[in-house]
Each structure stands twice: as C-alpha cells, then as structure tokens.
C-alpha cells in the first residue's frame, strides 16, 4: 500500500519547535523506501508517524486512499522492527513470532502455521524454542522481522534495524531484508543515517535534514543529480569535496559553465572519484590543475590530497603510479556529471537538470 | 596455605560469624521453648535445658484459640499481599509507562508519605475505620494494607528499566496497555515482584500493634495478637510464648524457602542479554 503524507507538521507540546515542517511525500506501494539522513533530521519521527506511535500536529497520512491520521498502530495495520527488535526476552522465538497472531486471537493451528513459516522465510525455523538471550543479533534481528511479518502488514518499518550489528552482519542482513521484501512484496519502510547502506538496499530514498525533505529519489538519481549541497555531501565516499569558489577557480569554469550561472555560483563541489589524473606533463592545454599534498593507501583504495588553488581536495583516482614531483603542478580533468555549482542558497545550479533515465 | 585460601577461609569465617548472630535469637527462642518455667528465668543463663519440656508445646497451643488465630493470620496476610499486589502493579505501570495529568505532582506525594512515621497515621486510621464502622472487623485488618507506596517506587523502578520499545514493539503487535503489562511487563518482573510479596507476606504475619488495636475479640485475633496471652499481670511465661512464637514462624520459613528459589532464579535470568 503506498504512504502519502500531505502538509505533515509535527511540534514539541510547547509549539516553540517544528520536528518536521510541512512534509509532502508520496511513498510506492511494494518498493522498498529509505528515510536518510544523521541524527535528530526526523526521520525515525517520520517513521513513527507512519508507525502510528505519533500523531501529527498538523496534516494528514494517507495509506492507499484512506485517511489515517487519527488511527492508532494497532488499527493501521503495520509491522515494526525497533532497533533493538525489542523481542520479549522471556518468550520463545515461536511464542515472539506468535504474539501479533495471539492477539489478534487467531485459532492455534493456523497461527502455529503461519509462525513456521515465517520462521522459514527469515531462515530462524532451527531456534524456535530457544530464548532470544541465546540467540545472535542477526538471528535476533531475523525474529523481529518475523514477528513484523506476522499479521501480514500493509506496511513494514523498520528503524535503524541493522545498527546493533556488526560491520560483515550488517552487509549480510541487508541483502537478507532485501530478499526478504523482494520475495514478500511489502511496502517496506527502512530508517538509517548510514548512506552505503540506503544506496545497497534502496528502491527510493528520502533524505531529510532538519525536519525537511531534501530530495526523493532513487538512489543513483540523488547520487548524480544532487538537489543540494547537503545531499551532495551526504551521499557518496569519500565525502565529496567543497570549495568556496573564488576568481582563480572561476577562471578554470569560464569554458564549461555558462557565465550567468557562473557569476551565481559560490560553492564549487567536486566528487573525489571524478577527480581523474591525466598523463601528460602539459598544463597550459588542461584548466585544471594543483599541486599533490600527501598519499595515503588504505588496501586497494588510494586518496591523494591536491592542492587546487590553495584549497586541499582530495581524490581516490590517482594511483600511486602518478606520483609526480610534488612541487610542480599535476594536471587533472574533471569528470562531466562529477561537480556540481551552488549558489548562496545551496542549491546545485550545474549541471542542469536533465531527465536521467534509472534503471535498477 | 596460600594465599587465596587464606582469603577464602577468612571470608567463610566471616560468614559463619554473621550467620551465626542471626541464628543465635532463632535457637534462644527454640532452646527457651524447651525450658521449664524457672530455667527461662534462672541467672546465670542455661544454654541447653537441664530437661526437656515438649509438653510446652501442646501447652503453649492449648491456651488460647490458636486454630482460629492462625485461620485469621492467613485471611489477612492472603488478602493484604493479595490486594497490594494487584494495586502495586497497576500503580506502578501507570507511573512507569503511562502518561497523565498530574503525574509527576502525584507521584511525588506519595513518595513524600514514605517520611510519616507509621505510629502517626495509627490513631487516623482508626477514627476514619470506626466512623466507617469497621472496627472489630476484617475490613479494619485488610483495607489499610491494601496499597503501599514502598511496593509502588520498587516496582515503578523495575518497570522503568524495561525499555520503551518493547511496549511499543507490544502495541504495534496489537497489545493493549493491559495485554502488555499482564503479558510482558509481570512476567519480566517476576523477581521483584516476588520479593515484594515476600516483604508483604512477612510484614503482614507478623503485624502486632494493630490488629491489636482494632480488634477486641478472640475470633478476629491474628497469631502475634494471640501471643499476648502468655504474657500478664503476673508476668510472662516466657516458655509458653517462645513455644507458640516457633509454631506460627514455621509457616513464613516456609514461604520463604520456597520462593526463595524464584528470586535466585529471576536474578540470574535477568543476568542474560535480552
């Protein structure tokens, strides 16, 4: 069922703050659906609001065509996995997978078949009587979504559900909750200040900051065609570089950009991975040049540091192959959707907005 | 002998020591219950009776209508943990997980009369039950009982500690506040709330002074009451009163024992991560 929320404000009792002001989105029905954005942005409020453990101040939500705002969790329909699974710790892991169906009084039979097979959908059908205590996070984790699943929900959200574990647990149990939804088809709802993890696991991403939607997109969208500086930084790895322009730079764009939008531009931000070395000795033919900082290597990956009109940029292109004398200038190009221009306000105004056709 | 031997027998030594001062009443009072009269009384004091008088017991029993005291100890202590218990957990949910007016204003009153002495509220308790018309009643043993703040700030803590998600994790599965608290809250409490009734149950068999007070006749006596019988005008026979006094212990000892393995229990559960 698709989740649709029109002129959602959320206010503290004391009306002096706004969690979320005015917030308009459409979410598709059997997609999978990342709120991002860092700590405090709203977005496990977001969820909640969804969830039905919080009532908006002002708005209404919407799941297919019917109007929502003023039911409760229970009669929305949705699952939920916490980010702790908030199993019941004194319960089995049938008796947790049951719960939802026990209280929604359905017969013992069918709901010791309907947890056996949730069990063997989320690949836990070997620890049923087990405690949670006595089982791993990712098994931990595995309940919870069981438990979700269990009442067949219109909605499943799921909050910070991968941050309890650890780094190689997390990559497994996302590709697992992406199975998962894929196979059961459930608009699913994932909350995570993590942006690898939204970019792996996402059909569409919402990225909000300070109570506001930045941009709603699928991944590789919000990726080459950032609306923001905030988004532009947020996404990607390294964290792309930022330079406050000044006339030496704007020299360098005279040739690429057009003027006007030049002349708006205060912010220059270029992605480290399109920062690309060029073979050649000669400078005066290529705009862009700067003098090499420092190296690190990290395994495979290799960072350079690049002082370009005196503002440290840092790029993961450059091999240690191009080491050059460090006190001449190296020459660099820039990759065409790689940098973006914003203006005083943050906004990308280059590239243009062009229709960029996704495919997943 | 090493060293940590030498740490481990000084802690056993201590241990027996400490064990001992609290036994040391218990077997004075088994050892007086099997003196005669003028050996409880003799100085210097004997540690073992020269004869063994267990006729005290029969005697002892055979005072006063133990059979009818002992039936009203168990009506009362029954009711009174019963009755706590189910207002405790209830307050102590609403104070812990709900949110209502007042709230904090009330719960802070009621921790602020855990500071009255319990000899100030007696005479006010007893006007209110006697214009009541309660007094000389089960009522006047049971109604005052029925709620205390102590139990209330004990449990409201345990139920705080429980983490908010799994109440929410509860309601998203279509719990009801009393679903919840009946289904997840009771059962992952179960060692304080054991220790509560455990407080409760010995608290309320051993109260004195005031089934003493609102009660006046023999068939409403609960056993500490029944006690007084030994002792008179003419003194106290303190033979007879330790025999009674080690009878109606048995019951708690009992109680004890065997709850006691629930609270080991609940203990070490609550020592797994969940």
């Known amino acids: 069922m698709d989740v649709r929320f029109e002129h959602v404000s959320l206010a503290y009792a004391n009306k002096q703050t706004n969690i979320l002001t005015d917030i308009n989105f459409k979410i598709p029905a059997g997609q999978l659906t990342c709120l991002l954005?860092?700590?405090?942005?709203?977005?496990?409020?977001?969820?909640?609001?969804?969830?039905?453990?919080?009532?908006?101040t002002k708005g209404q939500i919407f799941f297919g065509d019917k109007d929502v705002t003023r039911l409760d969790a229970l009669e929305r329909k949705v699952g939920m996995v916490f980010q702790s699974y908030a199993l019941y710790p004194h319960m089995t892991v049938l008796e947790n997978i049951c719960f939802p169906l026990r209280m929604a009084k359905m017969a013992k039979a069918e709901m010791l078949k309907r947890a056996t097979e949730l069990a063997q959908l989320v690949h836990v059908d070997a620890e049923l009587t087990k405690k949670p205590g006595e089982l791993s996070g990712g098994q931990q984790q595995r309940v919870a979504i069981a438990r979700a699943l269990a009442k067949s929900p219109s909605i499943l959200l799921l909050d910070e559900p991968l941050s309890n574990l650890d780094a190689r647990l997390r990559v497994e149990m996302r590709d697992e909750i992406r199975r998962i939804q894929k196979e059961t088809g459930v608009t699913t709802i994932f909350v995570t200040h993590d942006q690898d993890e939204a970019m792996h696991i996402a059909d569409q991403i919402m990225i909000l900051n300070n109570g506001t939607i930045q941009q709603f997109a699928a991944p590789n969208t919000i990726y080459a065609q950032p609306q923001n500086l905030f988004v532009a930084k947020f996404i990607g790895n390294p964290v792309?570089?930022?330079?406050?322009?000044?006339?030496?730079?704007?020299?360098?764009?005279?040739?690429?950009?057009?003027?006007?939008i030049l002349a708006k531009a205060t912010t220059l931000a270029i992605r480290a991975e399109s920062i690309v070395p060029i073979n050649s000795v000669d400078t005066l033919t290529h705009p862009f040049s700067g003098i090499q900082l420092e190296t690190y290597q990290f395994g495979p990956e290799v960072t350079t540091q690049i002082a370009y009109h005196g503002v440290p940029i840092t790029s993961n292109q450059f091999n240690t192959h191009?080491?050059?004398?460090n006190q001449h200038p190296i020459p660099f190009e820039l990759h065409k959707n790689g940098y973006f221009l914003c203006d005083s306000n943050d906004n990308v105004i280059w590239p243009l907005k062009e229709p960029l056709v996704v495919t997943r | 002998m090493n060293k940590r031997n030498l740490t481990k027998g000084l802690s056993y030594l201590i241990l027996f020591l400490g064990a001992l001062i609290m036994l040391i009443p218990f077997l004075w009072m088994v050892d007086t219950a099997l003196k005669t009269a003028p050996e409880t009384v003799q100085t210097p004091p004997t540690w073992f009776p020269k004869h063994w008088q267990f006729n005290n017991f029969v005697l002892a029993f055979k005072?006063?209508?133990?059979?009818t005291y002992f039936i009203n100890s168990i009506i009362v202590t029954f009711l009174t943990t019963l009755g706590q218990l189910v207002t405790t957990i209830l307050a102590a949910f609403a104070f812990a997980k709900l949110n209502f007016f007042g709230k904090r204003p009330l719960f802070l009153i009621c921790i602020g009369t855990m500071m009255i002495p319990g000899e100030i509220l007696i005479i006010p308790n007893f006007v209110t039950l006697s214009h009541l018309h309660l007094i000389n009643t089960y009522g006047a043993l049971i109604l005052p009982w029925l709620a205390s703040v102590f139990s209330v700030f004990t449990l409201r803590q345990t139920f705080m500690s429980i983490s908010d998600e799994l109440y929410y994790a509860a309601k998203i599965d279509g719990s009801s506040d009393w679903n919840f608290l009946w289904n997840i809250m009771?059962?992952?409490?179960?060692?304080?709330i054991?220790?509560?009734?455990?407080l409760q149950i010995i608290g309320s068999w051993n109260s004195f002074m005031w089934p003493l007070i609102v009660t006046n006749t023999d068939n409403?006596?609960?056993l500490p009451v029944g006690l007084s019988t030994f002792t008179s005008d003419a003194g106290t026979e303190f033979q007879l009163l330790m025999a009674a006094s080690t009878i109606i212990?048995?019951?708690?000892?009992?109680?004890?024992?065997?709850l006691q393995k629930h609270i080991i229990e609940g203990v070490s559960k609550a020592g797994l991560k969940a």
């Open chain 2, 186 to 192: 009771v059962p992952l409490s179960k060692s304080s």
């Open chain 2, 249 to 258: 212990i048995v019951p708690i000892i009992i109680v004890y024992i065997l």
């Open chain 2, 220 to 222: 409403l006596r609960t």
């Open chain 2, 63 to 67: 005072a006063a209508p133990f059979i």
């Open chain 1, 240 to 260: 792309i570089n930022t330079i406050a322009l000044n006339d030496h730079h704007r020299t360098d764009f005279v040739k690429l950009v057009p003027k006007d």
């Open chain 2, 194 to 198: 054991i220790a509560i009734v455990i």
């Open chain 1, 322 to 325: 191009t080491w050059v004398n």
């Open chain 1, 37 to 56: 954005g860092p700590s405090g942005c709203g977005k496990s409020t977001t969820l909640n609001l969804i969830s039905g453990l919080l009532e908006p």
